[in-house]
C-alpha cells in the first residue's frame, strides 16, 4: 500500500475506525432502491391528505381550522420528504443535515414571533 | 491521533502514473472522491444543503404572511375566498401527481430502464406544464377583476359584496385596502413558487435529452435524483401555499 509516511500499522488499523475521509462507511453498502408499490401508496396517502385539507376547510373548527390545516400539510410534507426524498434511506449525515435544517428555521420563526408578540406587551 | 491527514485512506488514482490511472466503473466518477458511494453521497449532502437555503428564502414570505394574516385578519378571509377552491385543488393533485411521475422517473434510472426513464419524466414535465397553465388562468382573472395589488386595484367587491353576490361582510374602506396586502403576498408567494416550476420544467427538457442519450441509464443517477430532490421541495412548498392561501376561512360561521 503506498500509504503516506506517517502511516504505519496502527494507523492503518485506525482508517478502520474513524474513516474520515468517509470511505469505508457501511452506510454506503445498503444504497436502497424505493419500490414503485411504495410509491403508489405516498402517492394515495398524499391525495387523500389533500381531500382531508379541503373537506376540513368547511367544517367550523374555530381556532382550530389553521392548525389542522397545517397539521396535514406537515404530515404530507413528511411523507414526502421520507420517501420520496429517499430520506429514510439516507446515510446519518444527510438526515442529520435535513433535521438541522428545520431545526434552525423553527428557531428563527420562534424568535422572530417571540419579538413581535412582545413588543406590544400589554396594550392588547 | 485523530489526524485526518495521516488517517486518510491511500490515494490509488494517481494521476502520475498513467498506467494507474482508470476509471473505477462509470465514466462519471470523479477522481477526487474514493468511492462511487462517497460521490453520490456527497452529492445528496450538497443537494440537501441547498435546498435548506431554499426553505429559508420561502420561510421568509412565509412568516410575512403569518403576520399579516393576524394583524389584517378580517382582509385575508375576504380575499382568500376569491380564490377557486376547484383549481387551487385540482392544481395540489396535479402536482403531487407530477411528483409521483418524478419518483418513478428516479427508480426507473436505478433499475437502468431508458424508456421507462424518458416516459416518466415526459409525465412529470407535462403535469408540471399543465400546473403553470392553471396557474395562468387564475392569474388572469385577477387581472381582470383588478386584483392585483397597486394602482389599479379596485376594492369594490370587498368594500360593498352584496353588490356583486358575494356572502361577505363589508368591510371598512381602510380594512378593505388591506386586501392588497393579501394579493401581494399572493402573487409573491405563488408566483416564486411559479418560477421555481418554471426553471424545473426548463431542467426536466435538459435531462430529458440527456436521459434519451442512454446518460442514466447504465449506473449513473445522480442528476436525475438530485433534480428529484429540487421537484419534491417546490411540491411541498405548494402543499403548504393551498391550505394557507386558498382555506383560511371557508366554513361560513
Known sequence: MAAAPLAEGKEENMTEFHDPSNVVNPEHADHHIVTPAVYGMVFAALLVGTAITVGAAYVNLGILNPVVALAIACTKAVIVILFFMHVKYQSKLVKLTVISGFFTFIVLITMTLTDYISRAWGLW | ?253
Open chain 2, 1 to 253: 491521533m485523530d489526524n485526518a491527514i495521516a488517517a486518510t485512506h491511500p490515494h490509488t488514482h494517481e494521476t502520475a502514473v498513467p498506467a494507474e490511472h482508470h476509471h473505477e466503473a462509470l465514466p462519471q466518477h470523479r477522481h477526487h472522491f474514493e468511492t462511487q458511494e462517497q460521490q453520490r453521497e456527497a452529492g445528496t449532502f450538497g443537494m440537501w444543503l441547498f435546498l435548506l437555503t431554499e426553505i429559508m428564502f420561502f420561510g421568509g414570505l412565509f412568516f410575512a404572511y403569518l403576520l399579516y394574516r393576524n394583524w389584517y385578519n378580517e382582509a385575508f378571509v375576504v380575499s382568500s375566498n376569491q380564490l377557486s377552491i376547484p383549481l387551487g385543488a385540482a392544481n395540489t393533485a396535479i402536482l403531487i401527481t407530477s411528483g409521483f411521475f418524478m419518483a418513478l422517473a428516479v427508480w426507473a434510472a436505478e433499475v437502468r430502464k431508458k424508456t421507462l426513464l424518458v416516459i416518466f419524466l415526459v409525465l412529470t414535465t407535462v403535469f408540471g406544464v399543465a400546473f403553470l397553465g392553471i396557474k395562468y388562468v387564475e392569474y388572469h382573472e385577477k387581472w381582470e377583476k383588478h386584483h392585483i395589488p397597486g394602482a389599479n386595484f379596485d376594492v369594490r367587491e370587498f368594500v360593498n359584496p352584496h353588490a356583486y353576490g358575494l356572502k361577505e361582510k363589508p368591510l371598512a374602506p381602510d380594512m378593505a385596502q388591506k386586501t392588497q396586502v393579501f394579493f401581494f403576498l399572493y402573487f409573491a408567494m405563488t408566483g416564486m413558487h411559479a418560477l421555481h416550476m418554471i426553471i424545473g420544467v426548463g431542467l426536466l427538457i435538459w435531462l430529458l435529452w440527456r436521459a434519451n442519450r442512454g446518460e442514466f441509464s447504465s449506473g449513473y443517477v445522480a442528476p436525475i435524483e438530485n433534480f428529484g430532490l429540487y421537484w419534491h421541495f417546490v411540491d411541498i412548498v405548494w402543499l403548504f401555499l393551498f391550505p394557507l392561501l386558498y382555506l383560511i376561512n371557508r366554513h361560513p360561521v
